[in-house]
């Protein structure tokens, strides 16, 4: 089962793939909810995709299956904002779930593992044009960016992403009443820690208390491209 929304006019939005190598990890974005009875096969995949070392995936809960029975309790609203967001730049109409969103670029069916993996081999083959760190020192982490290559998209948005690796549910209500089910790399918040012209080095430590686990984020500003991400050591 599918939720499609009718979107508002398409936001214009613009920046050459210059793309990563295969030891950087190719970001998956999962849209899913626990009321959405077609999102349990890409969770499932989801949780296979979290094994790797090269793909960073990560699962966004949204809110608007919660109408029907059962409130998914990983669900924010600024989820769908950014789901939506993303169909805007992409010039699509519809948002449903379960959407994956790869390197804030291909538009895939979540279940789809075929057309999943084709696009994770594509921006596998692809060098970064950026240098990105990330290391937790204390209760912040220190974020490190330098260009390879002269950027032509001056508003970038480096992002902190904090989630849970493993979260397990039991669904009483809704679609997927009476199942227990698994959810990988559950995203918990995720805030724009800066912007950044990609004209020079940047440096900057973003507050982060507890030990959550989390992951950087630079992408074309508002909805495009990611064009880097690591995972926070």
Not at 97 to 122: F, S
Not at 145 to 152: D, E, F, G, H, V
């Amino acid at each position: 089962m599918r939720f499609l929304v009718p979107l508002a006019a398409v936001l214009g939005l613009a920046l050459p793939v210059y793309g990563q190598s295969a030891a950087e990890p190719v970001v998956v974005e999962l849209y899913t909810s626990q009321g959405c009875s077609s999102c349990p096969p890409a969770d499932a995949l989801l949780h296979k995709l979290a094994e790797r070392e090269d793909v960073l995936p990560l699962a966004f809960h949204v809110d608007y299956w919660d109408y029907i029975g059962w409130k998914d309790a990983f669900a924010n609203p600024s989820h769908t904002k950014r789901q939506k967001g993303y169909a805007q730049a992409g010039g699509r109409r519809m948002i449903y779930t379960p959407q994956m969103i790869i390197m804030g670029q291909d538009d895939v069916v979540g279940a789809d593992r075929m057309k999943v993996e084709d696009a994770i081999a594509r921006h596998q083959k692809q060098p970064r044009p950026v240098s990105l760190s990330a290391k937790r020192q204390g209760e912040q982490v220190v974020i490190r960016l330098q260009p390879r290559a002269q950027l032509s998209e001056d508003r970038l948005l480096v992002q902190l992403i904090r989630y849970t690796p493993q979260q397990t549910v039991s669904i009483n209500r809704g679609e997927l009443a009476g199942r227990t089910l698994s959810y990988a790399n559950v995203v918990e918040d995720w805030q724009i820690a800066a912007e950044w012209d990609g004209a020079g080095d940047l440096e900057i430590a973003v507050p982060a208390p507890g030990s959550a686990a989390s992951a950087v984020l630079v992408q074309a500003a508002p909805f495009g491209p990611v064009i880097a991400a690591v995972r926070v050591d």
